[in-house]
């Protein structure tokens, strides 16, 4: 008597077995004219092909703004954006810049309260624990 077997499918969810770029478009606004768009002009001219290249699944935008600093502007798919002024940086900072905000997610950046990672009104009663507390086992 044979058997039937179950048919599998695979139901999808979001994030679930693939990884989405959480940054949907990068802006890129330089002048031509001021010094000050120097580095972003080289950054556009060199670096910005092989980046796109890499990345397919983010859009680049690019776009000229007349007598004002450059600026990265990154677009995610939660809504949020996050704009960095790259003005006297050099084409490698950047590419660390685009990489930054490559790799954010566009919440804010939340601070972590004091240094420890477990906040208690109660000090524990053992104290805190120390590899150099207690006896030594010989090997």
């Known amino acids: 008597m044979p058997l039937k077997a179950l048919k599998a499918t695979s ?3 979001n994030g679930v077995g693939a990884f989405i770029l959480q940054c ?11 010094g000050s768009s120097r580095g972003m002009n080289d950054f556009l001219t060199h670096l910005l092909r ?6 397919p699944a983010i859009e680049i935008h690019i776009s000229p703004r007349p007598h004002h600093h450059p600026v990265i502007k990154g677009h995610y798919i939660n809504g949020r954006h996050k704009a960095i002024c790259v003005r ?7 590419l660390q810049k685009v990489e ?7 919440e ?3 601070r972590v ?11 524990g009663i053992r104290g805190i624990w120390s590899p150099y507390h207690g006896e030594v086992s010989p090997m």
Request: aromatic fraction near 10%.
């Open 100 to 106: 930054l905000l490559r790799d954010a997610n566009g």
């Open 88 to 94: 006297n940086l050099t084409k490698e900072q950047i």
């Open 24 to 34: 949907k478009r990068l802006d890129f606004h330089y002048c031509d004219w001021a």
């Open 108 to 110: 804010k950046l939340k």
């Open 113 to 123: 309260k004091g240094g420890r990672v477990v906040e208690s009104g109660n000090e």
């Open 50 to 55: 092989p980046f796109a290249a890499s990345y």
């Open 11 to 13: 139901v999808g969810r």
